[in-house]
Structures are given as C-alpha cells and as structure tokens.
C-alpha cells in the first residue's frame, strides 16, 4: 500500500506591485510558526521513517498526525479530534500554540503502540494509553484505549507554549481533566471520570494534602505518587473552578502573575475570595463526595 499523504497547503495571494519609489523593508518579517512549506518539508521526511507502508499522514496544524488505522479513520482523527481539541483550548484558554511542528502518533492497537514507539522513540511506553515527548516533538498514543489520552496530551505542548512557567499541578490538572469532555454551550468542558473513586477513597480515608501543599509540589514531587492523588486531586479542583465559572479566569490570571506567585496558590485563594482555606477544602470534599461516575 503506498504512503497516504494529505497536505493542506496555503493559497498564495496576489499582491500588488510594489511602486519602485516605495521604500523597501530591510528584511522580510518573521513567519509565525512553520510555513506550508515547512510541513511539506517536514512530512517529506517523515515519510523515511514511517514503519511500514500501511501509515497515513495528515498535516492537522500545528500537529501532523500518524495512524495506522485505515485512512478513513485517521482522518476522522484528526478532524474530529485533533482539530476540535485544538479550536476549543485556544477559544477558552490559550493565546499561544507550539511554534515547533509537533508530531501525533496514532498506533491502532497496544501491540502496534509498543512495538513502534520502541522502534522509533528507543524506549517502550511507560503508561499503556499515551505519553508526550517533548524530546522528540511527539505525541504517541495507543489510541485503542480512546481518544481521551489524546485530548489530555494536546494540552501538555500548548501549555509549554503558552504558560512556560506553568506547575506540573495545573498543567496535569487541566491535562486531565479534558480526558473526558465535550463542548457545553460551545466551551471545551470536562466531566467527571474515572479518577473520581479513588479521590473520594482518599477523602474519606483523611489522605490528601492541603491545596497549599498540592499547589507548592515540585515537579518530581507531583509525579512521584504512586497512588495517583496528584492528579485526582489537581482535576476535580480544574473541576469545581470550572463548574463555578472561574477557570478560565484563574489560568489566565495566574498566567500575567506568575512571577510574583509561581504556585498559583496565591491566586487561587484571591480568587475564591476567601480567607478560610481550611473550610473551602472540607466545602470542596464535600462537594467531591456527591459527585457521580459513571
């Protein structure tokens, strides 16, 4: 089967001739982000390194998606996926998007996910759904597990873009909690998941961290949570200030403060208008208690 390749390239437009009285810019201003020419560049090359023959490539900017699934399917992917995800963070949250071209591996199954990201990348996966890898300027998911992983991963290279300062807390939290979303009126929501049981285990069982403590973790400190808290925790805060109108006004609030409050913590507190965290905790516990899934 030969290569399937869609390029969507740009249209030239006419220009008018420039009056040879006309003063001339010292050198033409710089592009934002790759060209189409850089894409077909970029997908050219890609096309060497490809497994084998059954991939489809599609250019879905500022990714270039690959799958191993039938062409139909990558395709709806990518439209269906890629680009939703991507319209719908930047409407709500970010005003920057990766300058790097970045790469979406699809493989169609966990045998195809493991053997080639092994082949490709060096190591096999260390998460069975899907991982970014801002070292090799990827995105490789098993996209049999479903297209939430994906979502959660587009976040990552967004947020490295847009919000380089960015804790692992709130990058995870606003990661996660996209794995399951949807739009409500026209906005990119998330809903409740599969991490909510064990959150409310963890509540129960008086286990987790004040947000003082989850909003100061360094970024070893965050991962290393064997029991996954971190992230359970970080979502359903990215929850509730969603589900109260505020999270997109916390990111970008945070966002222009960081420098002054590189935890957020701060800004969270001002923003929730209270001077008892202690009592907006066990409110938000309770809160997290009475929430369902499926």
């Given at each position: 089967?030969?290569?399937?390749?869609?390029?969507?390239?740009?249209?030239?437009?006419?220009?008018?001739?420039a009056?040879?009285?006309?003063?001339?810019?010292?050198?033409?201003?710089?592009?934002?982000?790759?060209?189409?020419?850089?894409?077909?560049?970029?997908?050219?090359?890609?096309?060497?390194?490809l497994?084998?023959?059954?991939f489809?490539?599609?250019?879905?900017?500022?990714?270039?998606?690959?799958?191993?699934?039938?062409?139909?399917?990558?395709?709806?992917?990518?439209?269906?996926?890629?680009?939703?995800?991507?319209?719908h963070?930047?409407?709500?949250?970010?005003?920057?998007?990766?300058?790097e071209?970045?790469?979406?591996?699809?493989?169609?199954?966990k045998?195809?996910?493991?053997?080639?990201?092994?082949?490709l990348?060096?190591?096999?996966?260390?998460?069975?759904?899907?991982?970014?890898?801002?070292?090799h300027k990827?995105?490789?998911m098993?996209?049999?597990?479903?297209?939430?992983?994906?979502?959660?991963?587009?976040?990552?290279?967004?947020?490295?873009?847009?919000?380089?300062a960015?804790?692992?807390?709130?990058?995870?939290g606003?990661?996660?909690?996209?794995?399951?979303?949807?739009?409500?009126?026209?906005?990119?929501?998330g809903?409740?998941?599969?991490?909510?049981?064990g959150?409310?285990?963890?509540?129960?069982?008086?286990?987790?961290?004040?947000?003082?403590?989850?909003?100061?973790t360094?970024?070893?400190?965050?991962?290393?949570?064997?029991?996954?808290?971190?992230?359970?925790?970080?979502?359903?805060?990215?929850?509730?200030?969603?589900?109260?109108?505020?999270?997109?006004?916390?990111?970008?609030?945070?966002?222009?403060?960081?420098?002054?409050?590189?935890?957020?913590?701060?800004?969270?507190?001002?923003?929730?208008?209270?001077?008892?965290?202690?009592?907006?905790?066990?409110?938000?516990?309770?809160?997290?208690l009475?929430l369902?899934?499926?």
């Amino acid at each position: 089967m030969a290569h399937s390749v869609v390029l969507l390239l740009l249209a030239a437009s006419a220009l008018p001739a420039a009056s040879p009285d006309a003063p001339r810019p010292e050198k033409p201003l710089p592009a934002e982000g790759p060209t189409a020419a850089d894409f077909a560049q970029h997908v050219l090359q890609l096309k060497k390194r490809l497994p084998h023959d059954g991939f489809t490539v599609i250019i879905q900017k500022p990714f270039v998606v690959i799958g191993d699934e039938t062409p139909d399917a990558v395709r709806q992917r990518a439209e269906k996926t890629v680009k939703w995800a991507v319209d719908h963070l930047k409407a709500s949250f970010f005003d920057k998007e990766p300058t790097e071209i970045l790469d979406i591996w699809l493989f169609k199954d966990k045998e195809s996910y493991e053997k080639h990201a092994a082949e490709l990348f060096g190591s096999r996966p260390h998460t069975p759904y899907g991982y970014y890898s801002s070292q090799h300027k990827a995105l490789v998911m098993n996209i049999a597990t479903g297209g939430g992983t994906l979502v959660h991963e587009i976040v990552h290279p967004f947020v490295a873009a847009d919000f380089p300062a960015c804790p692992s807390w709130l990058n995870e939290g606003l990661g996660s909690l996209f794995e399951q979303c949807g739009t409500v009126d026209e906005r990119i929501e998330g809903f409740t998941n599969w991490r909510l049981a064990g959150l409310q285990n963890a509540i129960r069982d008086k286990r987790l961290p004040s947000f003082k403590t989850l909003c100061s973790t360094t970024t070893d400190e965050f991962y290393d949570d064997p029991t996954g808290t971190n992230y359970a925790q970080a979502r359903y805060l990215c929850y509730y200030l969603q589900e109260h109108d505020l999270l997109r006004k916390f990111y970008r609030r945070f966002r222009a403060d960081a420098a002054a409050d590189p935890t957020g913590y701060n800004t969270l507190v001002a923003l929730l208008a209270t001077d008892d965290m202690a009592k907006f905790q066990t409110d938000w516990e309770f809160y997290v208690l009475k929430l369902r899934f499926p």
